[in-house]
């Protein structure tokens, strides 16, 4: 069976949620599961290396009726082997690698070369897209609302403040109309001068943080993907028009069109001490109009 040479065409990025596409492969997987891959696709897959955005919910329909996307994950190919989900080494873009969407389904799979169409589930990818951009404009708030809490010149975000989420995020999830941000402050982070008692009343940060969200949310302002081209492992960025200025954070995911849609952002922040420093979450949640 031979396997695409190119990346998969994806339109989620634009927010698309169908697409029709051909069959250009078919893994079988245990329990009569396939992974079935396509030349495009509306889905969004989640991401090995940073699974920030979960997987879309939806359908392929064939001649034969439509059947449930189980799970859709990032796949690898390299030397002639297909790589998905966990199993898949290395980060999406590495170079010498095909990247595509796995669209995992049970029972009988559509053959190669058959046309399928894609309908992802609009409520659930609306929720994550608002989530996903609740969680950016809260983490370019939390920087805002540390910026003066370095001691010494740190690199900035799109805003001129200190990337204190680029510089201290471990994990970010975004589920439906919510996230969780989990930051680790230890010693490099210190070395590069944060002061870490700024973090001693984390309500208070909170209240700026989300004093700021209100105000942007309260103005509004238009959001995109920017991409060089529609591959999958194309690098795209979350471009957002604030007052204060114009974003651009690394992003694989999906968003709103205009903040102005989220009617209410709101995060609150809990620290812990762990190991060598202190780990702080933070907990966003918002509500879609
Ligand atoms: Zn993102």
Same mark, same amino acid.
């Given at each position: 069976?031979?396997?695409?040479t190119?990346?998969?065409v994806?339109?989620?990025?634009?927010?698309?949620t169908?697409?029709?596409?051909?069959?250009?492969?078919?893994?079988?997987?245990?329990?009569?599961? $396939?992974?079935?891959?396509?030349?495009?696709?509306?889905?969004?897959p989640v991401?090995?290396?940073?699974?920030?955005?979960?997987?879309?919910?939806?359908?392929?329909?064939?001649?034969?009726?439509?059947?449930l996307?189980?799970?859709?994950?990032?796949?690898?190919?390299?030397?002639g082997?297909?790589?998905?989900?966990?199993?898949l080494?290395?980060?999406t873009?590495?170079?010498g690698?095909?990247?595509?969407?796995?669209?995992?389904?049970?029972?009988?799979?559509?053959?190669?070369?058959?046309h @399928?169409?894609?309908? @992802?589930?609009?409520?659930y990818?609306a929720?994550? $897209?608002a989530?996903?951009? &609740?969680c950016?404009?809260?983490a370019?708030?939390?920087?805002?609302?540390l910026?003066? &809490?370095?001691?010494?010149?740190? =690199?900035?975000?799109?805003?001129?403040? =200190?990337?204190?989420?680029?510089?201290?995020?471990?994990?970010?999830?975004?589920?439906?109309?919510?996230?969780?941000?989990?930051?680790?402050?230890?010693?490099?982070l210190?070395?590069?001068?944060?002061?870490? $008692?700024?973090?001693?009343?984390?309500?208070?940060? %909170? !209240?700026?943080?989300?004093?700021?969200?209100?105000?942007?949310?309260?103005?509004?302002?238009?959001?995109?993907? !920017?991409?060089?081209?529609?591959?999958?492992?194309?690098r795209?960025?979350?471009?957002?028009?604030?007052?204060?200025?114009?974003?651009?954070?690394?992003?694989?995911?999906?968003?709103?069109?205009? @903040? %102005?849609?989220?009617?209410?952002?709101?995060?609150?922040?809990?620290?812990? !001490?762990?190991?060598?420093g202190?780990e702080? $979450?933070? !907990?966003?949640?918002t509500?879609?109009?």
């Amino acid at each position: 069976m031979t396997l695409p040479t190119t990346d998969t065409v994806v339109t989620y990025p634009d927010g698309a949620t169908t697409s029709t596409g051909t069959v250009l492969h078919v893994e079988p997987l245990a329990d009569e599961r $396939s992974a079935v891959l396509l030349d495009t696709t509306a889905c969004h897959p989640v991401d090995t290396a940073w699974p920030d955005q979960p997987a879309d919910r939806g359908t392929l329909t064939t001649d034969q009726g439509p059947q449930l996307i189980l799970d859709a994950v990032t796949g690898g190919i390299h030397d002639g082997v297909l790589h998905l989900g966990a199993a898949l080494p290395v980060r999406t873009g590495a170079d010498g690698w095909t990247f595509v969407v796995a669209h995992v389904i049970d029972g009988p799979p559509p053959a190669v070369g058959d046309h @399928v169409q894609v309908d @992802v589930d609009r409520g659930y990818r609306a929720a994550l $897209s608002a989530a996903h951009t &609740a969680c950016h404009l809260a983490a370019l708030a939390l920087d805002a609302a540390l910026s003066a &809490a370095w001691s010494k010149a740190a =690199p900035t975000d799109a805003l001129g403040n =200190p990337a204190f989420d680029a510089l201290a995020i471990q994990r970010s999830r975004i589920h439906p109309l919510r996230s969780t941000d989990t930051y680790r402050i230890g010693r490099s982070l210190r070395r590069k001068g944060f002061t870490t $008692s700024a973090l001693d009343d984390p309500a208070a940060v %909170a !209240e700026r943080v989300n004093a700021q969200l209100a105000r942007w949310v309260a103005v509004g302002g238009p959001v995109r993907i !920017e991409r060089a081209d529609d591959a999958l492992s194309a690098r795209r960025t979350w471009v957002c028009e604030l007052p204060t200025g114009l974003t651009d954070i690394p992003c694989g995911g999906t968003h709103v069109r205009d @903040v %102005a849609e989220l009617s209410d952002v709101t995060t609150s922040l809990t620290t812990r !001490e762990v190991d060598g420093g202190l780990e702080l $979450s933070m !907990e966003t949640r918002t509500t879609a109009t």
